[in-house]
């Protein structure tokens, strides 16, 4: 009893716990609960991916915590073919899901007493976690030059943005790096939304060279194939940037076990090598977000941000977040409060268009209803 309630005092509560209420409100409806809380992946696995995973199961021995060459070869090359980053392999790490990283970073770095981490205001509550882990001090902050004499080693970005779907522009993310590097501060930026830009907008890695000038020194970027390649399943993610940065964290990743499955190292390789099945899963969620936007919209939610992503950031003049999240569950839907993310989301909702399209279809249809 004594370690839970240590471990309760250390870090808050699981924000999505304190839904389920709301949940048992949704799941009571007659057509059964929409859920629209939680991106995660509905679609099947590609082919392709399965195959490599099965091909490669046959694996006894300890697999490389730098990953194959193989892999490391398809991640330069998809960073390059995909966002005009030139990246060598050799500054590529496999990570066990990118969760895993936003988690233990600040403690695979060394940090802890005394130092100041800075994550987005809104942001994806792991970031917030990983910094109470490792002992240092959050500072949830969109402005850098207003930090004070804070002892800032590590500065989080996240474009596209969870829960916002915000992109930061070239010249955002140029200063930004400017900012660290006068003070010896490491970037990481979060960009497993990158590839999920919609109409004109496009997405820049912090490792292209308009932001960085061609150099990655100080620079970290986080990748996801959950979304892209629906393998959340798979735990698979990698990291890229500076060649020193990537030699320390692979060291002590050595020590402590942090191995991607070889299997899953396969599959891997198979879903960068592969663009087609990534563009088929783009049009699923682009019409998927068109449905439930114009649905949200006709039931009087306005939309902010959202232009890159899985999400929606919605607001409604009538509600709080938690009044939308009340009077969406007693129509059989479920969506995630914008005060999970910070306490500026407090008068929004993120609504998630990873479900299937029959749930989809049927969330717009009780919105649309609403409406009337």
Not at 47 to 69: C, F, I, M, S, W
Request: aromatic share 6%.
């Amino acid at each position: 009893m004594a370690d839970r309630r240590r471990v309760a005092n250390r870090l808050p509560t699981f924000p999505w716990d304190r839904l389920t209420a709301y949940k048992e409100t949704a799941a009571a409806h007659p057509d059964g609960i929409v859920d629209f809380s939680v991106g995660t992946p509905v679609d099947p696995v590609p082919e392709k991916v399965r195959a490599a995973l099965a091909n490669a199961a046959d694996a006894p021995g300890y697999p490389a915590t730098h990953g194959t060459a193989a892999l490391r070869a398809s991640i330069a090359d998809w960073l390059s073919r995909r966002h005009g980053v030139a990246v060598d392999p050799a500054a590529t790490l496999p990570l066990v899901g990118s969760k895993e990283l936003v988690a233990w970073l600040p403690t695979l770095l060394g940090l802890g007493q005394g130092d100041t981490v800075v994550y987005p205001e809104l942001a994806y509550p792991t970031y917030d976690i990983g910094i109470r882990i490792a002992g240092a001090a959050p500072v949830a902050s969109d402005g850098l030059t207003a930090l004070g004499p804070a002892r800032v080693r590590l500065v989080w970005l996240n474009s596209p943005a969870n829960p916002t779907g915000r992109v930061l522009g070239v010249d955002h993310l140029r200063k930004v790096v400017e900012w660290a590097r006068e003070r010896d501060v490491i970037v990481a930026s979060d960009e497993c939304y990158l590839d999920l830009g919609w109409g004109d907008t496009r997405p820049v890695s912090i490792l292209h060279p308009d932001v960085c000038g061609g150099s990655h020194e100080g620079l970290l970027a986080v990748h996801s194939l959950s979304k892209r390649s629906n393998l959340a399943g798979y735990r698979a993610a990698f990291l890229a940037g500076d060649p020193a940065l990537v030699e320390e964290l692979l060291a002590v990743r050595k020590h402590a076990g942090m191995i991607v499955p070889a299997p899953v190292q396969a599959a891997m390789g198979a879903a960068l090598d592969d663009d087609a099945h990534a563009r088929e899963q783009k049009e699923r969620y682009r019409a998927r977000r068109a449905r439930l936007r114009t649905a949200l919209e006709s039931a009087g939610w306005a939309i902010t941000h959202s232009e890159a992503g899985l999400y929606l950031w919605a607001s409604h003049p009538d509600h709080d977040a938690w009044g939308s999240v009340a009077a969406l569950a007693e129509q059989g839907i479920l969506v995630a409060p914008g005060d999970f993310y910070g306490p500026s989301g407090d008068r929004h909702i993120r609504v998630a268009f990873t479900a299937t399209d029959e749930r989809v279809a049927m969330g717009a249809k009780r919105l649309e209803a609403l409406a009337r």
